[in-house]
């Protein structure tokens, strides 16, 4: 009997939360959480259109997420926020393993004060109905925010930084 009400109350809380963004987070009304959104929206729509993967659709990251995100639009149709549902489950799916481990090895108090911890951190919200595979580092005017990391913000990271840029970017020759 302990064990099925310790599972009621590792789901109860994730599927309040996902319900309550269901219906109180504003997702549904708006068009672009970030530019990164759209680009994993239309690596869907390319998959989905037949073009392939890495071949025809560049993409810097696994497949995982955008073959399940093409799998969730062909099932459900080309919406964003069928998208940003999908996400959100998966959001709603680290929260219940969230709290099925705090609860397991430290107990019912400790896994309610570590999902609530989760929740409340600075863009879980928006990030848990963002169709993108991690968080952005853009901000929102499109440039690179500014790292309070003192060891990134040296002249040798940015020397770094500098030389990385001009061997991914290609240049004007490689692209003609």
Request: aromatic share 14%; hydrophobic share 50%.
């Amino acid at each position: 009997m302990k064990n099925k009400s310790q599972i009621f109350v590792s789901l109860l809380l994730p599927l309040a939360f996902t319900v309550g963004m269901l219906l109180c987070f504003p997702f549904r009304y708006r068009f672009e959480f970030d530019f990164d959104e759209g680009i994993n929206l239309i690596k869907a729509m390319m998959t989905l259109n037949g073009f392939e993967l890495y071949s025809e659709v560049w993409s810097d990251q696994p497949p995982v997420f955008n073959a399940i995100l093409t799998l969730w639009f062909r099932l459900l149709g080309m919406k964003v926020n069928a998208g940003r549902i999908l996400v959100l489950g998966f959001s709603t799916l680290l929260l219940i393993s969230a709290m099925r481990y705090l609860q397991k090895f430290w107990g019912i108090p400790h896994a309610i004060f570590g999902m609530i911890a989760i929740v409340t951190l600075p863009f879980y919200t928006t990030l848990s109905v963002s169709v993108m595979i991690g968080p952005s580092f853009q901000s929102e005017n499109g440039r690179p925010k500014a790292s309070t990391h003192p060891d990134r913000n040296s002249s040798r990271a940015r020397l770094i930084r500098i030389f990385a840029a001009d061997r991914l970017i290609p240049s004007r020759s490689a692209i003609s």
